[in-house]
């Protein structure tokens, strides 16, 4: 898979096209997010496509957006991600986990240019002041449903409420609704979701968790009727993850539907570190396809 960088992770996957987030060297000081081509041998060495001096942008999520009546955005891309002050990269023990909000972007020529429209999640979120960290875009429907999940260090009561599902109009950033899911296991904390609609009209959901032993190093599987309320897959009652590590980081996985001969077919992506010593050294994207 994409090897040799230094820090790049939080895969988004669209054809034979990649995008990730973080450092390319040991020398930067702000995430940024960059782009990477399949061509059917190897991955080509990812290029910057969005960045801003003072800012960290990471956690990107790229999705084709819905057409309506007389707007044809069949050749668009929209983009979402998170932003996190720069000031905040110097300040980690709490600024850093606390102020994450998520912005904006779109492009009209499938990716060659990109347009940065800001932040469209404040740290006031319009639900509480939880912020918005690690977007996950789904169409449906003509309307576009953004998952996320927010800050617990200085949310305390949010802790184990912390998935959202807000929904969007066609524009890409005017939020029509916003609500909580609801998830299954309610002792635990899950970041980092990732949503796909598959081909059946339900949902299934990706998430890390933290909390105890468990940082990062397990990918659990969620599925739902509605996209709201998430339950444990019948095939797997216990909720045993899908991916485990004792000794690496896996993060901020991403879930795509078909794409190659079996249309059903499930491929997880996900960043993952050679050890658990350093959350920031030689950072490799992976893959691993399910079959439901």
């Not at 000081?29 to 782009?35: L, Q, S």
């Not at 960290?133 to 789904?138: K, T």
């Not at 949503?195 to 659990?220: E, H, R, W």
């Not at 690496?248 to 997880?268: C, D, F, K, M, V």
Request: hydrophobic share 35%.
């Amino acid at each position: 898979m994409l090897s040799g960088q230094y820090n790049l992770y939080a895969p988004t996957v669209i054809g034979n096209t990649l995008w990730v987030g973080g450092w390319k060297t040991p020398g930067q000081t702000e995430d940024a997010i960059y782009v990477s081509h399949y061509n059917d041998e190897h991955w080509s060495a990812p290029t910057l496509v969005l960045s801003k001096p003072g800012w960290s942008f990471n956690d990107p999520t790229v999705i084709v957006p819905p057409s309506t009546e007389g707007v044809d955005r069949s050749g668009w891309l929209y983009m979402y991600y998170t932003a996190l002050p720069g000031s905040c990269k110097r300040d980690p023990s709490v600024c850093m986990h606390t102020n994450n909000i998520v912005g904006f972007a779109s492009s009209v020529d499938g990716g060659k240019h990109w347009k940065n429209h800001g932040v469209i999640i404040q740290k006031n979120n319009g639900m509480n002041n939880c912020g918005a960290w690690a977007p996950s875009a789904v169409v449906d429907d003509g309307q576009i449903h953004l998952y996320f999940h927010a800050a617990i260090i200085d949310c305390p009561t949010n802790r184990l409420n912390n998935i959202y599902r807000y929904t969007l109009d066609a524009t890409g950033w005017q939020i029509v609704d916003r609500q909580h899911t609801t998830m299954p296991v309610p002792s635990a904390i899950f970041v980092n979701v990732d949503v796909a609609k598959t081909n059946d009209g339900k949902y299934t959901m990706l998430a890390n968790s933290i909390g105890g032993t468990d940082i990062l190093q397990k990918v659990y599987r969620f599925v739902s009727n509605d996209g709201v309320v998430f339950n444990v897959p019948k095939d797997n009652p216990s909720n045993a993850p899908i991916i485990s590590s004792p000794n690496r980081y896996l993060l901020t996985p991403h879930l795509s539907i078909g794409g190659g001969a079996n249309q059903e077919e499930l491929t997880i992506w996900y960043g993952t570190t050679p050890d658990l010593s350093n959350l920031s050294a030689s950072t490799e994207v992976h893959k691993r396809t399910l079959t439901p």
